[in-house]
């Protein structure tokens, strides 16, 4: 167990919704990344945040959004959901460094858009 | 494009023997590199990370570095059944800014250790 958590754990929504994905992060961490796992990929990096602010996106279309709250909790918002958008959504902490710095996963969030 | 590949696998050892995991990386500037463990439906979980060519081990892991050669592996020793399971090479950049690094992953290499 890593300490960091994210609700919920599965979720059905259809397409042109919108959903929100919630993680908190491990104890002392300052740093929360998201990643997009799509069925027999490696994980591919959506965005960033450190102390509240984006630090960093990859190739993801502005539908996907992000915050951070103060206690470095983060979420993940993705609007008009596509069906391309059903994978499991992963959040990862890490404390404040340099490029040494070690990402641990929480258990994810699984979406399936019909 | 920065890429990270790796063998899809599967890669099938018998239970005892040494699994030999490889991973090779585009961005010569990449700086640090990473070795996770995912079980089937579950998220990534991290072995080990090395940051300095050579050899770094823990336990029945030993992770290998080679800058030069842009090349990453992975030793097992001891295989278990346990140890079946996708393992995930990922690197940071050399171009990030502040902060932790994004991690960019290859497809991962599927392990079967066979009692």
């Known amino acids: 167990e890593t300490g960091v958590t994210q609700s919920p754990t599965h979720l059905i929504k259809t397409r042109g919704q919108q959903v929100t994905l919630r993680c908190s992060s491990q104890?002392?961490?300052?740093?929360v990344s998201w990643y997009q796992q799509a069925l027999g990929q490696g994980p591919q990096f959506i965005f960033q945040?450190?102390?509240?602010?984006?630090?960093g996106r990859g190739n993801f279309p502005p539908r996907f959004s992000g915050l951070q709250f103060p206690n470095y909790s983060s979420e993940l918002n993705v609007n008009a959901l596509e069906l391309d958008d059903s994978a499991l959504y992963l959040c990862?902490?890490?404390?404040?460094?340099?490029?040494?710095?070690?990402?641990?996963f929480g258990p994810g969030t699984r979406l399936t858009v019909l | 494009q920065k890429e990270v590949e790796q063998n899809s696998g599967p890669l099938s050892v018998p239970e005892g023997a040494i699994a030999s995991l490889n991973c090779t990386y585009s961005?010569?500037?990449?700086?640090?590199f990473f070795w996770y463990r995912q079980y089937s439906g579950k998220s990534p979980e991290l072995i080990m990370f090395?940051?300095?060519?050579g050899d770094k081990e823990d336990g029945r892991f030993t992770a290998q570095l080679n800058k030069a050669s842009q090349y990453v592996s992975l030793l097992i020793r001891d295989s278990q059944p346990s140890d079946s399971a996708t393992y995930l090479c990922?690197?940071?950049?050399?171009?990030?800014?502040?902060?932790?690094?994004?991690?960019?992953f290859g497809k991962g290499t599927k392990l079967s250790v066979i009692p």
């Open positions: 990862a902490s890490s404390s404040e460094g340099g490029s040494t710095d070690t990402q641990y």
């Open positions: 104890s002392g961490h300052n740093t």
């Open positions: 945040y450190y102390r509240e602010e984006e630090n």
């Open positions: 961005d010569r500037g990449s700086q640090s």
């Open positions: 090395i940051y300095s060519n």
């Open positions: 990922a690197v940071t950049p050399g171009d990030s800014g502040a902060g932790s690094y994004q991690l960019t």
